[in-house]
């Protein structure tokens, strides 16, 4: 009996040269589409981004997601008829003056309101309101809300913050808290210097308001200027006394941008 001869198998590439030649050719895909990403036109894309921002079309498509918080248009029927900039562009002279009307109005309320408290209290050397072209301006001295160097709120002066809570409560303007100090330098480890310890006066204040009272935190804005707008010469301990001071001035309506 012949035996068959067995077949040798034909030689090939080694098996290593498949996984080099796929990785070759991945590499050269790879290249290819950053090549082709390089060449985009600027003009037609930004024509398409121009044609989005026209469209606007997130504002208006519907969401099967409830959002958490509203929209812009559902949060001014909410605030209390607070407009914003656009909103004041698209008012007749005439309704712009009644708006700016109603808010003279209110505000002189207002400041007749925290006046009586004043008098009735006899607060009028600690605290004093002024009305000015920015508003309701509420100047309270640092004796009755701080302690020296320090700004944690004193617990005695609190009513009066309560009852300026409750009248800004019932209006729609921002308010500005502005902390200011003499020109003793301040040097310890919380505050370094006289711009921190105001501006963290200013922000104990606002934080009461909003934390403590409710209010709308999007209402406030809260500054530290130290020692460079002072009100008097820091040449005693009783003028020194007037600049170390937290001012609460309540904005008219659009103010900044008049």
């Known amino acids: 009996m012949k035996r068959k001869k067995r077949t040798q198998p034909k030689r090939s590439a080694p098996v290593w040269m498949v996984t080099y030649s796929d990785m070759v050719t991945l590499i050269l895909v790879f290249f290819i589409l950053l090549f082709s990403m390089s060449q985009i036109?600027?003009?037609?894309?930004?024509?398409?981004?121009?044609s989005y921002r026209d469209n606007v079309i997130f504002d208006f498509l519907p969401s099967a997601v409830p959002l958490e918080n509203p929209t812009?248009?559902?949060?001014?029927?909410?605030?209390?008829?607070?407009?914003?900039?656009e909103d004041?562009?698209?008012?007749?002279?005439?309704?712009?003056?009644?708006?700016?009307?109603?808010?003279?109005?209110?505000?002189?309320e207002l400041h007749d309101e925290?006046?009586?408290?004043?008098?009735?209290?006899?607060?009028?050397?600690?605290?004093?309101?002024?009305?000015?072209?920015?508003?309701?301006v509420l100047v309270l001295e640092e004796r009755v809300l701080f302690e020296s160097g320090r700004a944690s709120l004193i617990d005695d002066f609190l009513p009066f913050l309560d009852k300026v809570a409750v009248l800004l409560d019932n209006i729609p303007n921002d308010i500005n808290v502005e902390g200011h100090?003499?020109?003793v330098p301040m040097n310890s480890y919380r505050?370094?210097?006289?711009?921190?310890?105001?501006?963290?006066?200013?922000?104990?204040?606002?934080?009461?308001?909003?934390?403590?009272?409710?209010?709308?935190?999007?209402r406030f804005k809260a500054t530290g200027y130290g020692e460079y707008r002072p009100v008097a010469e820091n040449?005693?301990?009783?003028?020194?006394?007037?600049?170390?001071?937290?001012?609460?001035?309540?904005?008219?309506?659009n103010y900044e941008r008049r």
């Open 72 to 85: 812009d248009h559902e949060d001014q029927e909410d605030n209390g008829g607070l407009l914003d900039e």
């Open 181 to 183: 100090t003499d020109d």
């Open 114 to 136: 925290i006046q009586d408290y004043l008098d009735e209290h006899e607060l009028n050397d600690v605290v004093s309101a002024t009305r000015t072209e920015r508003g309701i």
């Open 41 to 50: 036109d600027a003009v037609k894309f930004n024509a398409v981004a121009e």
């Open 191 to 218: 505050y370094p210097s006289n711009w921190e310890l105001s501006t963290a006066r200013a922000s104990s204040v606002l934080r009461y308001f909003v934390e403590e009272q409710g209010l709308d935190p999007t």
């Open 235 to 253: 040449d005693s301990a009783e003028n020194r006394q007037k600049n170390r001071r937290v001012e609460i001035i309540i904005l008219e309506l």
């Open 88 to 108: 004041y562009a698209d008012l007749s002279d005439e309704e712009l003056a009644e708006e700016i009307a109603e808010d003279q109005e209110n505000l002189e």
